[in-house]
């Protein structure tokens, strides 16, 4: 079992940043590919990254060149860096881990955080 715990969540004005992180207990992390999705309001639940054992991170299209994922292996943690908010990017984010990529990349990763509420607004 791996237990997940997001942290870093909040308000934030568009343009602005915010860094996600998620605490992974219960087993090392390094085998586990890990990801964030998110999911906005009426919307369902989309892919936002992920990443594996080195990296580099795999990206939607819409959050490329604004968000970055990264993972410290030795603090079994994962994060994912926010830049250039937008308004579209207000969900909650959920941090999520999986032996196969193919798994978590289509939202059915075994393990999953509790979630973070991002908020852009002015």
């Known amino acids: 079992q791996v237990q997940l715990v997001e942290s870093g969540g909040g308000l934030v004005q568009p343009g602005g940043s915010l860094k996600l992180s998620c605490a992974a207990s219960?087993?090392?992390?390094?085998?586990?590919?890990m990801g964030w999705s998110r999911q906005a309001p009426g919307k369902e639940r989309e892919f936002v990254a992920a990443?594996?054992?080195?990296?580099?991170?795999i990206y939607t299209d819409s959050v490329k060149g604004r968000f970055t994922i990264s993972r410290d292996n030795a603090k079994n943690t994962v994060y994912l860096q926010m830049n250039s908010l937008k308004p579209e990017d207000t969900a909650v984010y959920y941090c999520?881990?999986?032996?196969?990529?193919?798994?978590?990349?289509?939202?059915?990763?075994?393990?999953w955080g509790q979630g973070s509420q991002v908020t852009v607004s002015s």
């Open positions: 999520n881990a999986d032996i196969q990529y193919g798994i978590l990349r289509a939202g059915g990763a075994g393990f």
């Open positions: 219960g087993r090392d992390i390094r085998e586990y590919f």
């Open positions: 990443i594996g054992w080195s990296g580099p991170g």
